[in-house]
Nanobody, 126 residues
Framework: VQLQAFGGGLVRAGGSLRLSCAAS????????MGWFLQAPGKEREFVAA?????????YYSDSVKGRFAISRDNAKGTVYLQMNNLKPEDTAVYYC???????????????????WGQGTKVTVSS
């Protein structure tokens, strides 16, 4: 499975960006797509994730809840992250990831994801 993320850039605080990530390859019929961020000198952090394919469930970190929205287009194998009201502390490289089906899974645990994209940089100026 290969993932390619797009949409990062430079934006002022309060602005918006939309990230997208397309998955290609053999994901099977049930998989999760998620987003993580990594700020300079810090650990990778969970941002948001979809539910399993066909589910409308979404998961968010407390820091982005109410500002970010994740969505997916199953036909295109693409996940989107609409980021509104951006803050300077959102500055990071954002990575998309895919988790293949398993019985036990935790959205915020990066160890539960099987494939990762190359990352797209988001910079929010104050």
């Amino acid at each position: 499975v290969q993932l390619q993320a797009f949409g990062g850039g430079l934006v002022r605080a309060g602005g918006s960006l939309r990230l997208s990530c397309a998955a290609s390859g053999r994901t099977g019929s049930r998989y999760v797509m998620g987003w993580f961020l990594q700020a300079p000198g810090k650990e990778r952090e969970f941002v948001a994730a979809t539910g399993w394919s066909g589910s409308s469930v979404a998961y968010y970190s407390d820091s982005v809840k109410g500002r970010f929205a994740i969505s997916r287009d199953n036909a295109k194998g693409t996940v989107y992250l609409q980021m509104n009201n951006l803050k300077p502390e959102d500055t990071a490289v954002y990575y998309c990831a895919v988790a293949l089906w398993r019985n036990s899974w935790v959205a915020a645990d990066s160890g539960n994801y099987d494939y990762w994209g190359q990352g797209t940089k988001v910079t929010v100026s104050s």
